[in-house]
Antibody
Framework: EAQLLESGGGLVQPGGSLRLSCAAS????????MSWVRQAPGRGLEWVSS????????YYADSVKGRFTISRDNPKNTLYLQMNSLGAEDTAVYYC??????????????WGQGILVAVSS | DIQMTQSPSSLSASVGDRVTITCRAS??????LNWYQQKPGQAPKLLIY???SLLSGVPSRFSGGGYGTDFTVTISSLQPEDFATYYC?????????FGGGTKVEIK
């Protein structure tokens, strides 16, 4: 069974940086695109970024473009999100999600449990 | 960008009720529409993909429909475990976007 385990969250000051990690197991990691989706407290879901299985293609929401960088280490079965210039608007639970285009289009078929990032002074 | 609009934003219903949630896309997304269920403190879970296909293991009381810009998810007989927030998501093109969510509460 697929497992996704996020780590690296916590409290950071405005303007600071943080790197999230997502350790994957139970599936062929390099065969699937992966994404980060976030949810601000009491709010809905917001797609943040995606990366292709090979890592050759990356995509970002406008709200994070130029500040966040998604990457992956396929031999280590790990997904990353480097977050720079953090602001209060980035406070959210960040979910790592597996994509499967075998369902048709971009479908998040499995999610990690989420990790909280809080930006505050 | 494709905007996704869900309605209602919340509803109150009783066990056994039939419930329908609507999702409208701002552009034609063919059938690239997915539905997720999220319970408090938990990650979202995929229920329906490609507008009308149930993920394996999802109860048959859930059904999805629609094409193009207008979509629905229906719960034919609401069960206690169905009280949750439901989100639609377009998988047609980036930026991938979600509806605002529909919270299904107990009446």
């Amino acid at each position: 069974e697929a497992q996704l385990l996020e780590s690296g969250g916590g409290l950071v000051q405005p303007g600071g940086s943080l790197r999230l990690s997502c350790a994957a197991s139970g599936f062929s990691f390099s065969s699937f695109a992966m994404s980060w989706v976030r949810q601000a407290p009491g709010r809905g879901l917001e797609w943040v970024s995606s990366i292709t299985g090979s890592g050759g293609g990356t995509y970002y929401a406008d709200s994070v473009k130029g500040r966040f960088t998604i990457s992956r280490d396929n031999p280590k079965n790990t997904l990353y999100l480097q977050m720079n210039s953090l602001g209060a608007e980035d406070t959210a639970v960040y979910y790592c999600a597996k994509e499967d285009d075998g369902y048709g289009g971009n479908v998040f078929d499995f999610w990690g449990q989420g990790i909280l990032v809080a930006v505050s002074s | 960008d494709i905007q996704m609009t869900q309605s209602p934003s919340s509803l109150s219903a009783s066990v056994g009720d039939r419930v329908t949630i609507t999702c409208r896309a701002s552009h034609n997304i063919n059938s690239y529409l997915n539905w997720y269920q999220q319970k408090p403190g938990q990650a979202p879970k995929l229920l329906i993909y490609a507008a009308s296909s149930l993920l394996s293991g999802v109860p048959s009381r859930f059904s999805g429909g629609g094409y193009g810009t207008d979509f629905t998810v229906t719960i034919s007989s609401l069960q206690p475990e169905d009280f949750a927030t439901y989100y639609c998501q377009q998988g047609h093109s980036t930026p991938l976007t979600f509806g605002g969510g529909t919270k299904v509460e107990i009446k």
